[in-house]
């Protein structure tokens, strides 16, 4: 069963300090790796993605470091604020599946000031 | 620009109803997903939509369909409820059914099975 495993659970940061969760992945047929942010009482929001011929991406203060290898990737939130306290969500988008996505379990992240 | 609309935002329903939800994407945007959310599973992908047709669908079982209209808008419908069935219920809109072009997710419909 094609499965995406995130880590850590919850997360407590430092205002300024870098936060960052990990995936790991089980299957090879995935091309695509988006992750997402959520707020309580909203959707989730796209915010970073990258395909697997890049080993890392970055936008901001987000950056994703992609090992193909070792079927891992992982966010980087640098210089992490209050406003960045949020659930955040690693998935995997199956070849040939469309626009489906397979999602890691979040990563509750809160960061104290 | 309004964003993808889900209605309604919360819903009780009983075991063994039925239910429809609905779901209108973002102007323009032609393709619609649908996902599950529990505590339990986590985000879970119910099925894909574009242009009236459903082009893909995820494990769940048959009570779980849904249907994309001309205009876009889509529904989901839940038949003979289960207890189980208790989620939040997102729906997401891409421009098209391209994964790199991500999706927008809406806020929900929260379903409570009693």
């Known amino acids: 069963q094609q499965q995406v495993k995130q880590s850590p659970q919850s997360l407590i940061v430092q205002k300024g300090g870098i936060s960052i969760i990990n995936c790991a992945y089980e299957?090879?047929?995935?091309?695509?790796f988006p992750w997402y942010q959520q707020f309580p009482g909203k959707g989730p929001a796209l915010l970073i993605a990258i395909r697997p011929d890049v080993s890392e991406k970055k936008e901001g203060r987000f950056t994703i470091s992609f090992n193909k290898s070792a079927k891992q990737f992982s966010l980087h939130i640098m210089d992490s604020q209050p406003g960045d306290s949020a659930t955040y969500f690693c998935a995997a988008s199956p070849n040939q599946a469309g626009t489906a996505l397979i999602f890691g379990k979040g990563t509750t992240l809160s960061v104290s000031s | 620009k309004a964003g993808v609309t889900q209605t309604p935002r919360y819903l009780i329903k009983t075991r063994g109803q039925q239910v429809t939800l609905s779901c209108s994407p973002i102007s323009g945007h032609r393709s619609v997903s649908w996902y599950q959310q529990t505590p339990g599973q986590g985000l879970q992908f119910l099925f894909e939509?574009?242009?009236?047709?459903?082009?893909n669908k995820g494990n769940f079982p048959g009570r779980f369909s849904g249907r994309q209209f001309s205009n876009s808008r889509s529904e989901m419908n839940v038949s003979t409820l289960e207890l189980g069935d208790s989620a939040l219920y997102l729906c997401?809109?891409?421009?098209?059914?391209?994964?790199?072009?991500?999706?927008?997710f809406g806020s929900g419909t929260r379903l409570t099975v009693v």
């Open positions: 939509y574009f242009s009236e047709t459903q082009r």
């Open positions: 299957n090879t047929a995935f091309d695509y």
């Open positions: 997401a809109s891409s421009l098209t059914p391209t994964k790199h072009y991500g999706y927008t």
